[in-house]
């Protein structure tokens, strides 16, 4: 049988980061097995609908490559994929069960349900509906229908025994048939439940694993009764456990946690995200954490999802981030860091490309790029106490002999380039007998004010130019002799 995944966000208007990585995995379950992906939007509660977001389910989708094979934009043979274009459908089956004696008419008003909520002593929120309406007559219900009285329309539970499962992450899971409530499956308006729907969905859809949140756990035993019910056949499924901020708390985005927009905002690459998220829940059996979404493909398989909650750990992305950054080819990470550099360096003639070069090497994210090149811009005003640098066995002294050394030197040289200043200032070292970094580090550090800089006092010097680097060793002189 060929594998059919959905994923089946609610358009909120931003993307989880949960919901990211059931996305992911419903893919990589699908692509790894040679089966077929589904976008289905469920989009029902209409109290719930934002605008546009949709269109960023559309797009998130697309940025990260998980290419659906069906989907509300690109159709398929199992429409229509958007939810609440599919209200037609569900009545139907929820009569065939009324007449399998698996579900039931209730006209029970609001009220009522109140008062049984308030009577029952676990509280409301365990409050399980009474069956009142069950033992309606046939005769009884038809009248109410006929009088047009407002109604839903429930699951049957069954009174005795349990209701088994195997799920892949949490295995065996069995609950006793007595617990469960009645659920309702019809709402009055003549709307599914998302209880409902979504089982009604997966099986026309002929989805065989459905992946979702642990949350969801404890309504599968219903989904299968209803499974069972129709005669059909229940899915495979994958419950994966919370993403989690720390050991108590799971991400919340009400709570400021991260969006994958968010993330975007933020300077994090796309690839690093999926890559990231991809180890969240999985694990690949080997030391490898690198992947891009073709070697996920190749490499996923169910058994390496685990059920202890991952925490989502922001450190171990911005390092993958930069491990992403240097890997890229270059001409791609200018791309990336152009619009960021104009920005910063605006109203200069600096070579973008050059400083992106030093950047590449050294960048977490790309919203680092305006702090660190900066100083490229205009000098900030410094101390002179970073010119003291135990490693490099400089001190505020030596800096002022260095400076005052190197500048005759530079103010020389015609040719002004990397290779010409490396050879320029390598000749003084050796003249002056000192060490190598008691002479760069203080160029360095004159010409970018900062403790620290992407790139050495040569390639500083060659993306500033002559004038300018001459400008700021003098400034560093006349800082040192203060
Ligand atoms: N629309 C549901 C959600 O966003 C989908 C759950 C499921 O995958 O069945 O939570």
Known sequence: MEVRTRFAPSPTGYMHIGNLRTALYEYLIAKSQGGKFILRIEDTDQGRLVEGATDLIYR?????????????????????YI??????????????????????????????????????????????????????????????LNAGMPYVIRQK??????????????????????????????????????????VIDDHLMQITHVVRGSEY?????????????????????????????????????????????????????????????????????GTTEIFSLKELEEQFTMEGLSKSPSIFDIKKLTWMNSEYMKAMDFDKFYALAE???????????????????????????????????????????????LYTHKKMKTNEEIALSSLEAALPVLEKLE??????????LMDLVKELEIKNGQLLWPVRTALSGEPTSPGGAMELADILGKEESLRRIKEGIALLQK
């Open 415 to 424: 040719n002004w380039n990397t290779d010409s200043i490396h050879d320029a």
């Open 217 to 285: 756990l404890s309504s599968t035993p219903k989904y299968n009764l209803l499974y069972e019910a129709f005669g059909w056949e229940a899915p495979t499924y994958v419950h994966l456990p919370a993403v989690m901020r720390d050991a108590h708390h799971k991400l919340s985005k009400r709570h400021g946690d991260k969006s994958f927009e968010d993330l975007l905002n933020e300077g994090y690459l796309v690839e690093a995200i999926v890559n990231y998220i991809a180890l969240l829940g999985w694990s690949p059996g």
């Open 157 to 198: 539970m069954p009174d005795t025994g349990t209701t088994s499962f195997t799920d892949v992450v949490y295995g065996e899971i069995t609950v006793n048939n007595a617990e469960l409530d009645d659920q309702i499956l019809m709402k009055a308006d003549g709307f599914p439940t998302y209880n409902f729907a979504n």
């Open 339 to 385: 619009p960021k550099l104009k920005e910063a360096l605006d109203g200069t003639d600096l070579d973008l490309k050059k400083i992106a070069v030093l950047l590449q090497k050294r960048l977490e994210t790309l919203n680092d790029i305006p702090a660190l090149v900066a100083f490229f811009k205009e000098l900030p005003a410094y101390s002179t106490e």
């Open 60 to 80: 998130t989708m697309e940025m990260t490559g998980l290419h659906y094979d069906e989907g509300p934009d690109i159709g398929g043979d199992f429409g229509p």
């Open 83 to 144: 939810q609440s274009q599919r209200m037609g459908i569900y009545m139907d089956y929820a009569k065939e069960l009324i007449e399998k004696g698996k579900a039931y008419y209730c006209f029970c008003t609001k009220e009522r349900l109140e008062s049984i909520k308030e009577t029952n002593e676990e509280g409301a929120a365990f409050a399980k509906y009474d069956r009142h309406c069950l033992s309606l007559s046939p005769e009884q219900v038809q009248a109410n």
